[in-house]
C-alpha cells in the first residue's frame, strides 16, 4: 500500500478520503514538525502533503525514492525546491485560487486595522483607559479616497485592488509584467516601483517570494514613501528588510505597518513588537475554515490524481511529465 505523509492536521473531511487506499501518517502534534520529525513522519512515501513551513529540499527528496508528488497546501511554495524535484520526476502542486479572496480580505483588515488604530483602541477600551470621549482621542488616518499601491498585481493583488472601489480609492501597481487583465478589471494603473513608493497611501505587498522580490523594502525604500504612509504584507516576511522597518516605524519615516508574515517566521523582529503603530498577525491570510477546507481539499485531489497517474490540476512544474519517474 502506499504511503502518503501529511505534515499537520488540517480540518475538514479530505484527509480521510486517502485513508480509503493509502497508508496515511498524519503528523497530529498542534506544532509543526522538527526537521526529524519531518524526515521520519515522511520516510517511504509516495506522496507528501506539505506547508509552506517544511523545507521540501534536495535531502528530503532524496530520502524518498518512491516520492511522486509533493502537495503543498498553500499558494507559496518557495519552500519546495522545485529544480530539483523536477529533475527527480517529482510533481509539484499548490493550492492557488481558493484562497484569493480570504487573503484579500485579511489585506483589507490589516489596512483599516492599522490606519484607524483598531487594536490599540481595543486595547484602550480593555484595560480600562475609556474614561471620557475627546475629539483628539485614537486619532488615525481615512482609508476612502486615499491612493492604495499594490505590489504583486497577481491573483491575490488584483483581489486587493478590486476592493478598492468601494472605497473610492486610485490604485496604482507595480509587477514584473504588466498585468491588463487586471488594469481593465480594477482600474489600476502601472506604476514604475520608485513611483509606486512615492505615491501610495496605503502600499500592500501581495508577491511571491523570489530573487527579484526579497529584500526589495529596505530604509531607502521607507524613505522614499511618504511619513503618513502605511505599509501592509500579506505576501511573503522575507520581501521586507524587518529591522529596517521597525527603525523606520519607529523614526516615523512612515506612518504604520500590518504584517501577517515575517522575515524569519515564526521569529518577529523584538524592535516590532513594542511598536503602537502596527498590527502584527501569525500568518493568517488564508486562515477562514471554509478556505482552509478548501485548500486541503485540493491538496488531496492532487494527490489523488497523481498516485492515479493523472496529472492534476495545479502542477507548478508541468516539465516534469515529460521526464515521468
Ligand atoms: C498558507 C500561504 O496558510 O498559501 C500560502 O502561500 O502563505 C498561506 O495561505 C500557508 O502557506 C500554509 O502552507
Same mark, same amino acid.
Given at each position: 500500500?502506499?504511503?502518503? /505523509?501529511?505534515?499537520?492536521?488540517?480540518?475538514?473531511?479530505?484527509?480521510?478520503?486517502?485513508?480509503? !487506499?493509502?497508508?496515511?501518517?498524519? /503528523?497530529?502534534?498542534?506544532?509543526?514538525?522538527?526537521?526529524?520529525?519531518?524526515?521520519?513522519?515522511?520516510?517511504?512515501?509516495?506522496?507528501?502533503?506539505?506547508?509552506?513551513?517544511?523545507?521540501?529540499?534536495?535531502?528530503?527528496?532524496? =530520502? @524518498?525514492?518512491?516520492?511522486?508528488?509533493?502537495?503543498?497546501?498553500?499558494?507559496?511554495?518557495?519552500?519546495?525546491?522545485?529544480?530539483?524535484?523536477?529533475?527527480?520526476?517529482?510533481?509539484? %502542486?499548490?493550492?492557488?485560487?481558493?484562497?484569493?479572496?480570504?487573503?484579500?480580505?485579511?489585506?483589507?483588515?490589516?489596512? /483599516?486595522?492599522?490606519?484607524? #488604530?483598531?487594536?490599540?483602541?481595543?486595547?484602550?477600551?480593555?484595560?480600562?483607559?475609556?474614561?471620557?470621549?475627546?475629539?483628539?482621542?485614537?486619532?488615525?488616518?481615512?482609508?476612502?479616497?486615499? %491612493?492604495?499601491?499594490?505590489?504583486?498585481?497577481?491573483?491575490?493583488?488584483?483581489?486587493?485592488?478590486?476592493?478598492?472601489?468601494?472605497?473610492?480609492?486610485?490604485?496604482?501597481?507595480?509587477?514584473? #509584467?504588466?498585468?491588463?487583465?487586471?488594469? !481593465?478589471?480594477?482600474?489600476?494603473?502601472?506604476?514604475?516601483?520608485?513611483?509606486?513608493?512615492?505615491?501610495?497611501? /496605503?502600499?500592500?505587498?501581495?508577491?511571491? =517570494?523570489?530573487?527579484? %522580490?526579497?529584500?526589495?523594502?529596505?530604509?531607502?525604500?521607507?524613505?522614499?514613501?511618504?511619513?503618513?504612509?502605511?505599509?501592509?504584507?500579506?505576501?511573503?516576511?522575507?520581501?521586507?528588510?524587518?529591522?529596517?522597518?521597525?527603525?523606520?516605524?519607529?523614526?516615523?519615516?512612515?506612518?504604520?505597518?500590518? @504584517?501577517?508574515?515575517?522575515?524569519?517566521?515564526?521569529?518577529?523582529?523584538?524592535?516590532?513588537?513594542?511598536?503602537?503603530?502596527?498590527?502584527?498577525?501569525?500568518?493568517?491570510?488564508?486562515?477562514?475554515?471554509?478556505?482552509?477546507?478548501?485548500?486541503?481539499?485540493?491538496?488531496?485531489?492532487?494527490?489523488?490524481?497523481? @498516485?492515479?497517474?493523472?496529472?492534476?490540476?495545479?502542477?507548478?512544474?508541468?516539465?516534469?511529465?515529460?521526464?515521468?519517474?
Amino acid at each position: 500500500m502506499k504511503k502518503v /505523509f501529511v505534515s499537520l492536521e488540517y480540518p475538514g473531511e479530505a484527509v480521510g478520503r486517502l485513508a480509503e !487506499k493509502y497508508e496515511v501518517v498524519v /503528523f497530529r502534534e498542534e506544532r509543526l514538525p522538527t526537521r526529524r520529525e519531518l524526515l521520519e513522519g515522511a520516510a517511504g512515501s509516495s506522496a507528501v502533503i506539505s506547508t509552506v513551513a517544511d523545507s521540501i529540499d534536495r535531502e528530503f527528496i532524496d =530520502l @524518498l525514492p518512491d516520492l511522486k508528488i509533493v502537495s503543498n497546501c498553500g499558494v507559496g511554495y518557495e519552500n519546495v525546491d522545485v529544480a530539483y524535484a523536477t529533475e527527480k520526476g517529482v510533481m509539484v %502542486t499548490n493550492t492557488p485560487d481558493v484562497l484569493t479572496e480570504t487573503t484579500a480580505d485579511l489585506a483589507w483588515a490589516l489596512i /483599516f486595522a492599522v490606519a484607524r #488604530r483598531v487594536v490599540e483602541a481595543d486595547t484602550y477600551v480593555r484595560s480600562g483607559k475609556f474614561k471620557t470621549w475627546h475629539p483628539s482621542l485614537l486619532m488615525g488616518r481615512n482609508v476612502h479616497g486615499k %491612493t492604495l499601491g499594490v505590489f504583486g498585481m497577481g491573483r491575490i493583488g488584483s483581489a486587493v485592488a478590486r476592493r478598492a472601489s468601494g472605497f473610492g480609492m486610485k490604485v496604482l501597481y507595480h509587477n514584473r #509584467r504588466r498585468n491588463e487583465v487586471s488594469e !481593465k478589471e480594477t482600474g489600476a494603473e502601472y506604476a514604475e516601483f520608485p513611483r509606486l513608493l512615492e505615491e501610495s497611501d /496605503f502600499l500592500v505587498i501581495a508577491s511571491p =517570494l523570489n530573487d527579484g %522580490t526579497r529584500g526589495r523594502f529596505g530604509a531607502e525604500e521607507f524613505r522614499k514613501m511618504k511619513r503618513s504612509s502605511i505599509i501592509v504584507n500579506v505576501g511573503r516576511g522575507p520581501i521586507i528588510k524587518e529591522a529596517e522597518l521597525a527603525a523606520a516605524l519607529e523614526e516615523g519615516v512612515i506612518w504604520g505597518a500590518g @504584517l501577517d508574515v515575517y522575515e524569519k517566521e515564526p521569529e518577529v523582529d523584538p524592535g516590532l513588537l513594542h511598536l503602537p503603530n502596527t498590527v502584527l498577525l501569525p500568518h493568517i491570510g488564508s486562515a477562514a475554515r471554509e478556505t482552509r477546507e478548501d485548500m486541503i481539499d485540493m491538496a488531496v485531489t492532487s494527490v489523488e490524481l497523481a @498516485l492515479d497517474g493523472k496529472t492534476p490540476e495545479h502542477i507548478v512544474n508541468p516539465e516534469v511529465l515529460e521526464r515521468p519517474k
